[in-house]
């Protein structure tokens, strides 16, 4: 090639790559409003929008894995945790987490209950939005994450026989998935206690006398835990508010009878 077709290679690349460049842009354009339901951005979304700004959220939090990469990435955060757990987070994040214990320390920012309603709402339509599973995974305050390998390729599935294998992917692919809140890491408390060790925890619960459920087993339990969060309230306050466990209460319509007991499997081999 001499310099002649080198310059004109050089020229078309480059005209080439603008034409791509403003056709993608216009497209993105075109997509924007039903990639974002702009259709639900209501006026609490826009107030939210606005204590978000004026508390100065994104110098700690990221959304869309853009931000100050201090604390957790936000954007699906809502899925994750749900509004009754925020909005008690919200009021006094001191009982959820310490600077001693956490290496870290969310302000209170005194928030008012619309505010914090507003603000949770403007979290909520962020999590519906469609960004293409961006970030791939959530930033977890505590330091735990989700394995990298398991999100670098599917895991196989596990042979329908093993009610073990099937409860651990059910953990982790669950909607909300139980590995959002809750670890399998003795001592790594997230939103949920850790379950490192339930099968004995739960052995002395019950012959304690301090249990409230109805359950007579580990596997009625683990049950009982899944499809009613607060027949029995685990002690802390970054677990339940005002007798109600911020677990999600959804599981019990879906995820069947059968899933259950494979997770009640899965969480009983967890000594």
Not at 117 to 126: E, G, M, S, Y
């Amino acid at each position: 090639m001499n310099k002649r077709q080198a310059r004109l290679f050089a020229i078309g690349s480059t005209v080439a790559a603008c034409v791509a460049f403003v056709a993608l842009t216009l497209d993105s354009h075109r997509q924007f409003d039903t990639l974002t339901h702009a259709d639900k951005i209501t006026a609490e979304v826009k107030r939210g929008k606005d204590v978000w700004h004026k508390n100065n959220c994104i110098n700690c939090h990221t959304v869309f894995g853009e931000g100050a990469y201090y604390a957790p990435d936000l954007t699906k955060i809502t899925k994750l945790r749900g509004a009754a757990y925020l909005s008690a987070y919200l009021r006094d994040p001191s009982k959820f987490y310490d600077e001693a214990r956490h290496r870290r320390l969310m302000p209170k920012q005194d928030l008012s209950e619309r505010d914090i309603a507003d603000v949770i709402a403007f979290l909520d339509w962020i999590s519906n939005v469609d960004n293409q599973n961006w970030p791939p995974r959530p930033i977890l305050v505590t330091g735990a994450a989700f394995p990298l390998a398991a999100e670098a390729a599917p895991a196989p599935l596990p042979a329908a026989s093993d009610p073990i294998l099937q409860g651990e992917r059910l953990f982790r692919s669950a909607t909300p998935a139980c590995a959002a809140c809750h670890s399998v890491t003795p001592g790594v408390n997230m939103a949920g206690p850790s379950l490192a060790g339930l099968a004995g925890r739960t052995a002395t619960l019950l012959a304690s006398g301090k249990y409230e459920g109805k359950a007579k087993d580990l596997a009625g339990y683990i049950g009982e835990s899944i499809r009613q969060p607060s027949a029995h309230l685990v002690p802390g306050a970054m677990y339940s508010a005002n007798g109600v466990s911020f677990m999600p209460t959804t599981y019990a319509k879906d995820l069947t009878a059968q899933q259950i007991d494979q997770l009640a499997a899965y969480l009983s081999s967890l000594k």
